[in-house]
Protein backbone atom coordinates (compact mmCIF):
# COMPACT_ATOMS: atom_id res chain seq x y z
CA UNK A 1 0.00 0.00 0.00
CA UNK A 2 2.81 2.43 1.00
CA UNK A 3 4.35 1.84 -2.26
CA UNK A 4 1.78 2.58 -4.10
CA UNK A 5 1.39 6.18 -2.32
CA UNK A 6 4.70 6.64 -2.48
CA UNK A 7 4.95 6.21 -6.25
CA UNK A 8 2.23 8.47 -6.86
CA UNK A 9 4.11 11.14 -5.31
CA UNK A 10 7.58 10.21 -7.33
CA UNK A 11 4.84 10.94 -10.40
CA UNK A 12 3.99 14.38 -9.42
CA UNK A 13 7.25 15.38 -9.01
CA UNK A 14 8.88 14.48 -11.95
CA UNK A 15 5.69 15.65 -13.57
CA UNK A 16 6.21 19.19 -11.92
CA UNK A 17 9.70 18.84 -12.93
CA UNK A 18 8.79 17.91 -16.52
CA UNK A 19 7.20 21.28 -16.71
CA UNK A 20 10.38 24.10 -17.06
CA UNK A 21 11.91 21.35 -19.36
CA UNK A 22 9.40 22.12 -22.03
CA UNK A 23 8.79 25.43 -21.60
CA UNK A 24 13.06 25.68 -22.63
CA UNK A 25 12.47 23.66 -25.63
CA UNK A 26 9.76 25.62 -26.91
CA UNK A 27 12.03 25.03 -31.01
CA UNK A 28 11.19 21.58 -30.91
CA UNK A 29 7.05 21.57 -29.41
CA UNK A 30 6.12 24.96 -31.05
CA UNK A 31 2.29 23.82 -30.78
CA UNK A 32 2.87 24.17 -26.63
CA UNK A 33 0.11 26.61 -26.31
CA UNK A 34 -2.19 25.08 -28.27
CA UNK A 35 -2.32 20.94 -28.80
CA UNK A 36 0.14 18.57 -27.40
CA UNK A 37 0.33 19.68 -23.74
CA UNK A 38 -2.96 19.36 -23.79
CA UNK A 39 -2.92 15.85 -24.10
CA UNK A 40 -0.67 14.95 -21.71
CA UNK A 41 -1.85 17.13 -18.84
CA UNK A 42 -5.04 15.39 -19.49
CA UNK A 43 -3.82 12.29 -19.29
CA UNK A 44 -2.37 13.31 -16.13
CA UNK A 45 -5.48 14.06 -14.78
CA UNK A 46 -6.66 10.62 -15.73
CA UNK A 47 -4.04 9.28 -13.97
CA UNK A 48 -4.28 11.12 -11.04
CA UNK A 49 -6.82 10.28 -8.41
CA UNK A 50 -10.44 11.53 -9.20
CA UNK A 51 -10.86 13.89 -7.14
CA UNK A 52 -10.74 16.48 -9.97
CA UNK A 53 -12.96 16.26 -12.95
CA UNK A 54 -11.13 16.79 -16.48
CA UNK A 55 -12.55 20.03 -18.37
CA UNK A 56 -16.03 18.99 -20.13
CA UNK A 57 -15.27 20.26 -23.50
CA UNK A 58 -12.19 18.51 -23.86
CA UNK A 59 -13.71 15.09 -22.76
CA UNK A 60 -15.38 14.79 -25.87
CA UNK A 61 -12.89 16.79 -28.02
CA UNK A 62 -10.36 14.55 -27.43
CA UNK A 63 -11.89 11.48 -27.23
CA UNK A 64 -9.59 10.15 -29.68
CA UNK A 65 -6.29 11.20 -27.88
CA UNK A 66 -7.70 9.69 -25.18
CA UNK A 67 -6.68 6.35 -26.59
CA UNK A 68 -3.02 7.07 -26.61
CA UNK A 69 -2.82 7.54 -22.88
CA UNK A 70 -0.90 4.09 -22.01
CA UNK A 71 1.79 4.46 -24.53
CA UNK A 72 2.34 7.59 -23.16
CA UNK A 73 2.42 7.45 -20.23
CA UNK A 74 4.88 4.40 -20.48
CA UNK A 75 7.49 7.06 -21.83
CA UNK A 76 6.52 9.37 -18.83
CA UNK A 77 7.39 7.00 -16.88
CA UNK A 78 10.35 5.29 -17.79
CA UNK A 79 12.24 8.43 -18.66
CA UNK A 80 11.81 9.13 -14.68
CA UNK A 81 11.53 5.94 -13.14
CA UNK A 82 13.73 3.51 -14.15
CA UNK A 83 12.81 0.78 -11.82
CA UNK A 84 8.95 0.63 -12.35
CA UNK A 85 9.79 0.24 -16.33
CA UNK A 86 12.01 -3.11 -15.21
CA UNK A 87 9.32 -4.49 -13.41
CA UNK A 88 6.43 -3.63 -15.77
CA UNK A 89 8.36 -5.58 -18.72
CA UNK A 90 8.26 -8.73 -16.63
CA UNK A 91 4.58 -8.09 -15.60
CA UNK A 92 2.96 -10.79 -18.09
CA UNK A 93 1.43 -13.21 -16.16
CA UNK A 94 1.82 -12.18 -12.49
CA UNK A 95 -1.46 -10.25 -12.16
CA UNK A 96 -2.12 -7.30 -10.39
CA UNK A 97 1.21 -6.60 -8.41
CA UNK A 98 2.08 -3.34 -7.35
CA UNK A 99 3.62 -0.85 -9.55
CA UNK A 100 3.78 -0.08 -13.05
CA UNK A 101 0.84 -2.47 -14.29
CA UNK A 102 -1.90 -0.78 -11.88
CA UNK A 103 -1.04 2.45 -13.07
CA UNK A 104 -2.08 1.66 -16.45
CA UNK A 105 -4.70 -0.63 -15.94
CA UNK A 106 -6.07 1.74 -13.41
CA UNK A 107 -6.50 4.11 -15.83
CA UNK A 108 -8.13 2.25 -18.17
CA UNK A 109 -10.33 0.88 -15.97
CA UNK A 110 -10.99 4.28 -14.92
CA UNK A 111 -11.97 5.52 -18.18
CA UNK A 112 -13.45 2.48 -19.47
CA UNK A 113 -15.50 3.31 -16.24
CA UNK A 114 -16.07 7.08 -17.12
CA UNK A 115 -17.23 5.94 -20.25
CA UNK A 116 -19.82 3.31 -19.39
CA UNK A 117 -21.09 5.85 -16.68
CA UNK A 118 -21.94 8.58 -19.44
CA UNK A 119 -23.71 6.52 -21.66
CA UNK A 120 -25.63 5.21 -19.06
CA UNK A 121 -26.07 8.97 -18.11
CA UNK A 122 -27.26 9.55 -21.42
CA UNK A 123 -29.56 7.01 -21.49
CA UNK A 124 -31.34 7.85 -18.60
CA UNK A 125 -31.75 11.25 -19.80
CA UNK A 126 -33.22 9.90 -23.36
CA UNK A 127 -35.27 7.69 -20.98
CA UNK A 128 -36.72 10.89 -19.08
CA UNK A 129 -37.09 12.73 -21.70
CA UNK A 130 -38.87 10.28 -24.14
CA UNK A 131 -41.30 9.65 -21.29
CA UNK A 132 -42.33 13.60 -20.98
CA UNK A 133 -42.63 13.22 -24.98
CA UNK A 134 -45.57 10.91 -24.90
CA UNK A 135 -47.34 12.60 -21.79
CA UNK A 136 -46.85 15.71 -23.45
CA UNK A 137 -48.34 14.59 -26.61
CA UNK A 138 -50.82 12.35 -24.85
CA UNK A 139 -52.03 15.72 -23.08
CA UNK A 140 -52.78 17.66 -26.07
CA UNK A 141 -55.09 14.58 -27.44
CA UNK A 142 -56.63 14.47 -24.59
CA UNK A 143 -57.69 18.02 -24.29
CA UNK A 144 -58.96 17.54 -28.11
CA UNK A 145 -61.06 14.86 -26.81
CA UNK A 146 -62.43 16.62 -24.02
CA UNK A 147 -63.46 19.50 -25.98
CA UNK A 148 -65.14 17.20 -28.69
CA UNK A 149 -66.38 15.33 -25.90
CA UNK A 150 -67.99 18.44 -24.42
CA UNK A 151 -69.56 20.26 -27.90
CA UNK A 152 -71.19 16.78 -28.39
CA UNK A 153 -72.62 16.89 -24.64
CA UNK A 154 -73.84 20.64 -25.68
CA UNK A 155 -75.18 19.41 -28.83
CA UNK A 156 -77.01 16.70 -27.30
CA UNK A 157 -78.52 18.93 -24.11
CA UNK A 158 -79.69 21.26 -26.88
CA UNK A 159 -81.22 18.78 -28.82
CA UNK A 160 -82.92 16.99 -25.57
CA UNK A 161 -84.29 20.59 -24.34
CA UNK A 162 -86.11 21.42 -27.59
CA UNK A 163 -87.46 18.24 -27.58
CA UNK A 164 -89.06 18.69 -24.26
CA UNK A 165 -90.26 22.26 -24.80
CA UNK A 166 -92.52 20.42 -27.38
CA UNK A 167 -93.45 17.64 -25.51
CA UNK A 168 -94.84 20.03 -22.40
CA UNK A 169 -97.45 21.77 -24.76
CA UNK A 170 -100.45 19.21 -24.81
CA UNK A 171 -101.41 18.98 -28.32
CA UNK A 172 -104.02 17.18 -30.27
CA UNK A 173 -102.65 15.26 -32.75
CA UNK A 174 -105.63 12.76 -33.52
CA UNK A 175 -108.55 13.92 -31.92
CA UNK A 176 -111.93 16.16 -34.42
CA UNK A 177 -110.56 19.74 -34.99
CA UNK A 178 -113.18 21.32 -32.01
CA UNK B 1 -48.53 12.58 -38.24
CA UNK B 2 -44.88 12.20 -39.13
CA UNK B 3 -42.04 11.85 -37.66
CA UNK B 4 -40.27 14.74 -36.01
CA UNK B 5 -37.45 14.27 -33.65
CA UNK B 6 -39.16 14.94 -30.34
CA UNK B 7 -41.39 12.16 -31.01
CA UNK B 8 -40.54 9.37 -28.37
CA UNK B 9 -39.69 6.56 -30.22
CA UNK B 10 -36.95 8.78 -31.84
CA UNK B 11 -35.63 10.55 -28.39
CA UNK B 12 -36.00 6.47 -26.69
CA UNK B 13 -33.67 5.41 -29.57
CA UNK B 14 -35.93 2.85 -30.85
CA UNK B 15 -36.02 4.51 -34.24
CA UNK B 16 -32.34 4.17 -34.88
CA UNK B 17 -31.82 1.36 -32.49
CA UNK B 18 -34.62 -1.00 -34.23
CA UNK B 19 -36.51 0.53 -36.71
CA UNK B 20 -35.94 2.70 -39.52
CA UNK B 21 -37.91 6.34 -39.51
CA UNK B 22 -41.64 5.96 -40.75
CA UNK B 23 -45.16 7.08 -40.41
CA UNK B 24 -47.77 5.76 -38.43
CA UNK B 25 -50.57 5.12 -40.32
CA UNK B 26 -52.95 2.45 -38.32
CA UNK B 27 -54.01 2.41 -34.66
CA UNK B 28 -52.18 -0.30 -32.63
CA UNK B 29 -53.26 -0.60 -28.82
CA UNK B 30 -51.35 -2.53 -26.66
CA UNK B 31 -53.04 -3.32 -23.23
CA UNK B 32 -51.59 -5.34 -20.07
CA UNK B 33 -54.39 -6.11 -17.82
CA UNK B 34 -55.80 -2.77 -16.82
CA UNK B 35 -52.81 -0.70 -18.37
CA UNK B 36 -52.30 0.71 -21.81
CA UNK B 37 -48.72 0.33 -22.89
CA UNK B 38 -48.06 4.32 -23.72
CA UNK B 39 -44.13 5.26 -24.91
CA UNK B 40 -41.61 5.01 -22.32
CA UNK B 41 -43.72 3.69 -19.61
CA UNK B 42 -42.23 1.83 -16.56
CA UNK B 43 -43.56 -1.67 -16.49
CA UNK B 44 -42.05 -4.53 -14.19
CA UNK B 45 -41.90 -8.15 -15.52
CA UNK B 46 -44.66 -9.21 -12.59
CA UNK B 47 -46.98 -7.04 -15.06
CA UNK B 48 -46.12 -8.71 -18.14
CA UNK B 49 -46.12 -12.56 -17.18
CA UNK B 50 -49.31 -12.92 -19.95
CA UNK B 51 -49.09 -11.65 -23.56
CA UNK B 52 -50.97 -8.71 -23.88
CA UNK B 53 -54.42 -7.47 -25.08
CA UNK B 54 -53.23 -5.94 -28.80
CA UNK B 55 -56.19 -4.73 -31.24
CA UNK B 56 -55.28 -2.47 -34.08
CA UNK B 57 -56.95 -0.14 -36.01
CA UNK B 58 -58.04 0.17 -40.35
CA UNK B 59 -60.66 -0.12 -41.89
CA UNK B 60 -60.61 -3.38 -44.30
CA UNK B 61 -60.58 -6.71 -42.39
CA UNK B 62 -59.20 -7.63 -46.15
CA UNK B 63 -55.44 -6.22 -44.59
CA UNK B 64 -53.43 -8.63 -43.05
CA UNK B 65 -50.69 -7.33 -40.53
CA UNK B 66 -47.61 -8.79 -38.41
CA UNK B 67 -47.00 -8.25 -35.12
CA UNK B 68 -43.10 -8.42 -33.92
CA UNK B 69 -42.04 -7.84 -29.99
CA UNK B 70 -38.76 -7.80 -29.43
CA UNK B 71 -35.95 -6.30 -26.79
CA UNK B 72 -32.97 -4.95 -28.39
CA UNK B 73 -31.77 -4.30 -24.74
CA UNK B 74 -30.29 -8.06 -24.43
CA UNK B 75 -28.61 -9.01 -22.09
CA UNK B 76 -28.23 -5.29 -20.54
CA UNK B 77 -28.41 -2.12 -22.07
CA UNK B 78 -25.07 -0.97 -21.97
CA UNK B 79 -23.77 -4.71 -23.60
CA UNK B 80 -26.57 -5.42 -25.53
CA UNK B 81 -24.42 -8.20 -27.81
CA UNK B 82 -27.45 -10.37 -28.44
CA UNK B 83 -29.73 -7.52 -29.52
CA UNK B 84 -32.80 -8.14 -30.16
CA UNK B 85 -34.37 -10.96 -28.48
CA UNK B 86 -37.46 -12.25 -29.89
CA UNK B 87 -40.49 -12.49 -27.56
CA UNK B 88 -43.64 -12.76 -29.52
CA UNK B 89 -44.52 -13.11 -33.65
CA UNK B 90 -47.89 -13.14 -34.71
CA UNK B 91 -48.86 -12.67 -38.32
CA UNK B 92 -51.98 -12.74 -40.42
CA UNK B 93 -54.19 -10.05 -38.18
CA UNK B 94 -56.59 -8.94 -40.18
CA UNK B 95 -57.30 -4.85 -39.33
CA UNK B 96 -59.25 -3.69 -36.74
CA UNK B 97 -58.90 -7.04 -35.04
CA UNK B 98 -56.42 -8.44 -32.77
CA UNK B 99 -53.41 -10.77 -32.00
CA UNK B 100 -56.57 -13.33 -31.21
CA UNK B 101 -57.75 -13.49 -34.64
CA UNK B 102 -53.54 -13.93 -35.84
CA UNK B 103 -51.19 -16.83 -36.40
CA UNK B 104 -48.83 -16.95 -33.65
CA UNK B 105 -45.78 -18.22 -35.19
CA UNK B 106 -43.44 -17.61 -32.00
CA UNK B 107 -45.46 -17.64 -28.82
CA UNK B 108 -45.59 -15.20 -26.15
CA UNK B 109 -42.41 -15.21 -23.93
CA UNK B 110 -42.33 -13.14 -21.11
CA UNK B 111 -39.45 -10.43 -20.67
CA UNK B 112 -37.46 -11.08 -17.98
CA UNK B 113 -34.67 -8.55 -17.64
CA UNK B 114 -31.74 -8.86 -15.19
CA UNK B 115 -29.61 -6.38 -15.60
CA UNK B 116 -30.61 -2.89 -16.64
CA UNK B 117 -33.51 -0.74 -18.09
CA UNK B 118 -34.59 -2.52 -21.31
CA UNK B 119 -36.50 -1.28 -24.11
CA UNK B 120 -39.87 -3.48 -24.89
CA UNK B 121 -40.89 -3.00 -28.53
CA UNK B 122 -44.04 -3.90 -30.46
CA UNK B 123 -43.74 -3.06 -34.01
CA UNK B 124 -46.91 -3.50 -36.54
CA UNK B 125 -46.34 -4.26 -40.11
CA UNK B 126 -48.44 -4.39 -43.20
CA UNK B 127 -48.50 -7.57 -45.18
CA UNK B 128 -49.08 -7.35 -49.03
CA UNK B 129 -50.94 -9.97 -47.81
CA UNK B 130 -51.88 -13.59 -46.38
CA UNK B 131 -48.29 -14.92 -46.03
CA UNK B 132 -46.19 -17.59 -44.70
CA UNK B 133 -43.67 -16.84 -42.26
CA UNK B 134 -41.18 -19.23 -41.08
CA UNK B 135 -40.29 -19.08 -37.95
CA UNK B 136 -37.13 -17.37 -37.11
CA UNK B 137 -36.01 -20.71 -35.39
CA UNK B 138 -34.20 -19.02 -32.08
CA UNK B 139 -34.99 -15.91 -30.17
CA UNK B 140 -31.37 -14.13 -29.47
CA UNK B 141 -30.19 -11.82 -32.48
CA UNK B 142 -33.13 -11.38 -34.27
CA UNK B 143 -33.12 -8.38 -36.27
CA UNK B 144 -36.67 -6.61 -37.00
CA UNK B 145 -35.46 -4.60 -39.82
CA UNK B 146 -33.79 -8.09 -42.11
CA UNK B 147 -36.99 -9.69 -40.91
CA UNK B 148 -39.35 -6.97 -42.44
CA UNK B 149 -37.04 -6.83 -45.78
CA UNK B 150 -37.33 -10.67 -46.04
CA UNK B 151 -40.80 -10.52 -45.80
CA UNK B 152 -41.63 -7.54 -48.16
CA UNK B 153 -43.22 -5.71 -45.02
CA UNK B 154 -41.57 -2.45 -45.57
CA UNK B 155 -41.70 0.40 -43.59
CA UNK B 156 -43.69 -0.47 -39.43
CA UNK B 157 -47.40 0.65 -39.79
CA UNK B 158 -47.25 1.60 -36.05
CA UNK B 159 -44.68 0.73 -32.76
CA UNK B 160 -45.23 1.41 -29.07
CA UNK B 161 -42.61 0.74 -26.59
CA UNK B 162 -42.37 0.65 -22.59
CA UNK B 163 -39.28 0.30 -20.51
CA UNK B 164 -38.95 -3.03 -18.40
CA UNK B 165 -36.54 -3.69 -15.45
CA UNK B 166 -36.15 -6.36 -12.48
CA UNK B 167 -39.26 -6.08 -10.22
CA UNK B 168 -36.79 -5.08 -7.24
CA UNK B 169 -35.12 -2.64 -9.72
CA UNK B 170 -35.04 1.17 -8.43
CA UNK B 171 -35.54 2.75 -11.51
CA UNK B 172 -32.22 3.75 -12.92
CA UNK B 173 -31.61 5.73 -9.06
CA UNK B 174 -29.36 4.43 -6.38
CA UNK B 175 -31.49 2.47 -4.00
New interface residues.
Partial sequence: MTQVTMEEVWKDINLASLHPHRQLNIDHEPVLSNQTPNKSIFQDFLNKPLNQEPPPSSSSTHHGSLLAPPATVISLNTHFIDTHFDESAMFGCFGKKRGQDSDDSRGDRRHNRMT?NR??AA??R??K???I??LE??IVHLKKENARLKRQEEQLKMAEATQHQTKKILQRSWTSPF | MSVNN????V???VIGDVLERFTRSIDLRVTYGQREV????DIRPSQILNKPRVEIGGEDLRNFYTLVMVDPDVPS??NPHLREYLHWLVTDIPATTGTNFGNEIVSYENPRPTSG?HRIVLVLFRQLGRQTVYEPGWRPQFNTREFAALYNLGLPAAAVYF?CQRDNGCG?RRC
Fill in positions: KESRSARQAYNELE | RDPLVGGTNGLPSING
